[in-house]
């Protein structure tokens, strides 16, 4: 498995959020360059998993206009790791997660 | 040979496990199922607590400031402290704080003065770098990592695995090779500060533990001063040695307070869930499940505590604590086994803690030292020696 998320991304749209499955795992929000702004996650008391988290983004989507997942039972270190990674290739969070101030310690991961 | 707990014993573990139950319990239910930290107001809250109850910093030796409790006492707690969802590996969300490296206290007063005290203060954290690809259940002989003298430094080149904190942390104590034609005699002990050029957290190793990760690293010509070398030259494997041995009795304790509530909720789910027309408590085969557990418990737990107690003594535990470990992480996965069976689906759902504890039980087999290698410790000992 990958560090980073590298599946392809599709519209964040009321069909493609609907064809979600409602596990949990790890999601990015991107824009319409495949910039990441936002890493997240459906944890376990997620009332409807993936799908859920990400029909909760479509009520705000801000400047997201696309998304992917990863359906993942080890949502929490998973959704650590790709924090991790984004600030070591880009020297800080995503950007809609700086607005939602998330100010908990990070580790620090330098991939080879 | 008196079994009885004191009556300040007593009064000590009555008093933690009202604190896991009215106050750590209670946070849980606002907290994700895989969580391993509280919101930080409520662990400043509870760590206030347990300092004015005298508790905080068990394993701090008391010249430290640590609290001057004997290792059965805090065995005893140990047990009450597992006694929650996260509690196998996040006791009560670790407020009640610790010394985490032991070795610490055994630095030259240089050393302490840029690490250990630091670390009591709570403004560094350290890792523990010892296991490497090559292998972890024989460190003395898997360890590749190497240590060559230059000039006023030693430099560092290789990897290590399965390191947990590694990438928050502020230093480490890693094991090298200073001398490959010795074997376990040629392994030195060394602090390396994680912000030293060569130090690289290569990636996130993910487990089945909730939100623990654990950590590949990667040294390369990594400069260490010749005075961060922790104990003598070659003399680091004795370090190594006598951490994993003391580990042992709490990491026992954990399990046993772990598979203690899965009992308790067997019991209360027995007496209460209907099939056909009866409890489950009146079936016998729930009835043997619940028997087999406290059986599984009392043996662990008095194995964990006779163990406890030769420490205490200052008499050698090397076998009793190898034994401990043994049983209570199999018994322990048998009780929390057999509780998630007897509460049926919902034993499977994250509303309960059991299937945490189902998977994090697991790694108590492997981890401070497999089964199979704590076995091997007893033979020799029972076979190489007296039995008593």
Same mark, same amino acid.
């Given at each position: 498995?990958?560090?980073?998320?590298?599946?392809?991304?599709?519209?964040?749209?009321?069909?493609?959020?609907?064809?979600?499955?409602?596990?949990?795992?790890?999601?990015?929000?991107?824009?319409?360059?495949?910039?990441?702004?936002?890493? $997240?996650?459906?944890? $376990?008391?997620?009332?409807?998993?993936?799908?859920?988290?990400?029909?909760?983004?479509?009520?705000?989507?801000?400047?997201?206009?696309?998304?992917?997942?990863?359906?993942?039972?080890?949502?929490?270190?998973?959704?650590?790791?790709?924090?991790? =990674?984004?600030?070591?290739?880009?020297?800080?969070?995503?950007?809609?997660?700086?607005?939602?101030?998330?100010?908990?310690?990070?580790?620090?991961?330098?991939?080879? | 040979?008196?079994?009885? %707990?004191?009556?300040?014993?007593? %009064?000590?573990?009555?008093?933690?496990?009202?604190?896991?139950?009215?106050?750590?319990?209670?946070?849980?239910?606002? %907290?994700?199922?895989?969580?391993?930290?509280?919101?930080?107001?409520? +662990?400043? +809250?509870?760590?206030?607590?347990?300092?004015?109850?005298?508790?905080?910093?068990?394993?701090?030796?008391?010249?430290?400031?640590?609290?001057?409790?004997?290792?059965?006492?805090?065995?005893?707690?140990?047990?009450?402290?597992?006694?929650?969802?996260?509690?196998?590996?996040?006791?009560?969300?670790?407020?009640?704080?610790?010394?985490?490296?032991?070795?610490? /206290?055994?630095?030259?007063?240089?050393?302490?003065?840029?690490? %250990?005290?630091?670390?009591?203060?709570?403004?560094?954290?350290?890792?523990?770098?010892?296991?490497?690809?090559?292998? $972890?259940?024989?460190? =003395?002989?898997?360890?590749?990592?190497?240590?060559?003298?230059?000039?006023?430094?030693?430099?560092?080149?290789?990897?290590?695995? /399965?390191?947990?904190?590694?990438?928050?942390?502020?230093?480490?104590?890693?094991?090298?090779?200073?001398?490959?034609?010795?074997?376990?005699?040629?392994?030195?002990?060394?602090?390396?500060?994680?912000?030293?050029?060569?130090?690289?957290?290569?990636?996130?190793?993910?487990?089945?533990?909730?939100?623990?990760?654990?950590?590949?690293?990667?040294?390369?010509?990594?400069?260490?001063?010749?005075?961060?070398?922790? $104990?003598?030259?070659?003399?680091?494997?004795?370090?190594?040695?006598?951490?994993?041995?003391?580990?042992?009795?709490?990491?026992?304790?954990?399990?046993?307070?772990? =598979?203690?509530?899965?009992? @308790?909720?067997?019991?209360?789910?027995?007496?209460?869930?209907?099939?056909?027309?009866?409890?489950?408590?009146?079936?016998?085969?729930?009835?043997?499940?619940?028997?087999?557990? @406290?059986?599984?418990?009392?043996?662990?737990?008095?194995?964990?505590?006779?163990?406890?107690?030769?420490?205490?003594?200052?008499?050698? /535990?090397?076998?009793?604590?190898?034994?401990?470990?043994?049983?209570?992480?199999?018994?322990?996965?048998?009780?929390?086994?057999?509780?998630?069976?007897?509460?049926?689906?919902?034993?499977?759902?994250?509303?309960?803690?059991?299937?945490?504890?189902?998977?994090?039980?697991?790694?108590?087999?492997?981890?401070?030292?497999?089964?199979?290698?704590?076995?091997?410790?007893?033979? +020799?000992?029972?076979?190489?020696?007296?039995?008593?």
């Amino acid at each position: 498995m990958a560090i980073e998320m590298t599946k392809p991304w599709k519209p964040l749209d009321t069909g493609e959020v609907r064809r979600l499955p409602g596990t949990t795992g790890v999601y990015e929000l991107g824009d319409g360059d495949g910039n990441v702004l936002f890493i $997240g996650f459906a944890g $376990g008391k997620s009332r409807f998993g993936l799908r859920g988290e990400l029909e909760r983004h479509l009520q705000a989507p801000g400047a997201a206009t696309r998304c992917r997942v990863e359906v993942n039972t080890q949502y929490l270190t998973r959704y650590e790791e790709l924090l991790m =990674a984004y600030a070591s290739r880009h020297g800080g969070l995503p950007p809609m997660n700086v607005e939602r101030a998330q100010h908990k310690p990070r580790g620090r991961l330098t991939p080879g | 040979m008196d079994l009885e %707990l004191s009556d300040e014993q007593r %009064l000590i573990v009555d008093t933690v496990r009202r604190f896991v139950r009215e106050e750590v319990l209670p946070l849980e239910a606002d %907290l994700d199922p895989d969580a391993s930290e509280l919101e930080p107001e409520d +662990r400043d +809250r509870l760590i206030k607590m347990v300092r004015e109850m005298g508790f905080y910093g068990l394993d701090i030796p008391p010249e430290y400031g640590g609290p001057d409790v004997d290792i059965v006492t805090r065995t005893l707690m140990a047990i009450e402290m597992a006694q929650h969802r996260a509690g196998l590996y996040a006791p009560c969300y670790g407020v009640f704080g610790g010394a985490g490296l032991a070795q610490l /206290f055994e630095a030259n007063e240089d050393q302490k003065q840029r690490y %250990l005290y630091p670390t009591l203060r709570g403004e560094k954290h350290g890792f523990f770098g010892l296991t490497e690809p090559s292998g $972890g259940s024989d460190p =003395a002989r898997a360890i590749q990592t190497t240590a060559v003298k230059d000039g006023d430094d030693w430099v560092l080149n290789g990897s290590k695995i /399965f390191i947990s904190g590694a990438d928050r942390a502020d230093y480490g104590i890693v094991f090298a090779r200073t001398d490959a034609s010795r074997g376990r005699a040629g392994i030195t002990c060394f602090f390396v500060d994680t912000d030293a050029p060569g130090f690289y957290v290569r990636r996130v190793v993910h487990t089945l533990r909730s939100t623990h990760y654990a950590t590949e690293l990667q040294f390369e010509d990594l400069h260490v001063p010749v005075a961060n070398v922790l $104990g003598e030259v070659n003399g680091g494997f004795a370090i190594a040695n006598d951490r994993l041995s003391r580990q042992r009795i709490p990491y026992s304790a954990g399990c046993i307070g772990v =598979a203690v509530k899965a009992q @308790e909720m067997a019991i209360a789910y027995a007496n209460q869930r209907e099939t056909f027309g009866d409890r489950l408590a009146t079936r016998q085969a729930i009835q043997w499940m619940i028997v087999d557990n @406290e059986i599984d418990i009392r043996t662990s737990r008095w194995l964990t505590l006779a163990a406890a107690d030769r420490a205490d003594r200052g008499q050698p /535990f090397r076998t009793e604590a190898a034994m401990a470990k043994v049983v209570a992480s199999e018994a322990g996965g048998r009780v929390v086994d057999r509780a998630m069976q007897i509460h049926g689906g919902y034993g499977m759902t994250k509303d309960l803690p059991l299937e945490r504890w189902y998977r994090e039980i697991r790694i108590r087999r492997i981890g401070e030292g497999p089964t199979e290698v704590q076995r091997l410790i007893m033979a +020799r000992d029972l076979l190489g020696g007296s039995f008593h």
